[in-house]
């Protein structure tokens, strides 16, 4: 079992930034993959940022140049910079981990708005 707890988010302007944190805890087993996805209102939940243990990186194109995902091996948190926001980027965030496709783990979620 993996527990995922996140902080950051909230309300920003247009143009402004958010960071987004989780920290992993439990049975943290290496290699795994880590990241971001997120849901909007009447949406389905897309992949945001994902990068693996080993670090490697992949971004959904809207956020290439704008957000950087982060891992920090020691602390188990992974982390999401996002700059010059949109207001379609407006939605609940959620962190997640998983060494085997078949058991993935969720964080608990946290909105990000981003006012026009």
């Known amino acids: 079992q993996v527990q995922l707890v996140q902080s950051g988010g909230g309300l920003v302007h247009a143009g402004g930034s958010l960071n987004l944190s989780c920290v992993a805890s439990?049975?943290?087993?290496?290699?795994?993959?880590t990241g971001w996805h997120r849901q909007a209102p009447g949406k389905q939940r897309e992949l945001v940022a994902s990068?693996?243990?080993?670090?490697?990186?992949n971004y959904r194109n809207s956020a290439k140049g704008r957000f950087t995902i982060s891992l920090d091996n020691v602390k188990n948190t992974v982390y999401l910079q996002m700059s010059n926001l949109k207001p379609e980027d407006t939605a609940v965030y959620y962190c997640?981990?998983?060494?085997?496709?078949?058991?993935?783990?969720w964080g608990q979620g946290t909105q990000v708005t981003v006012s026009s």
């Open positions: 439990g049975s943290i087993t290496g290699p795994y993959v």
């Open positions: 990068m693996t243990s080993g670090g490697s990186k």
């Open positions: 997640n981990h998983y060494s085997d496709p078949s058991s993935i783990y």
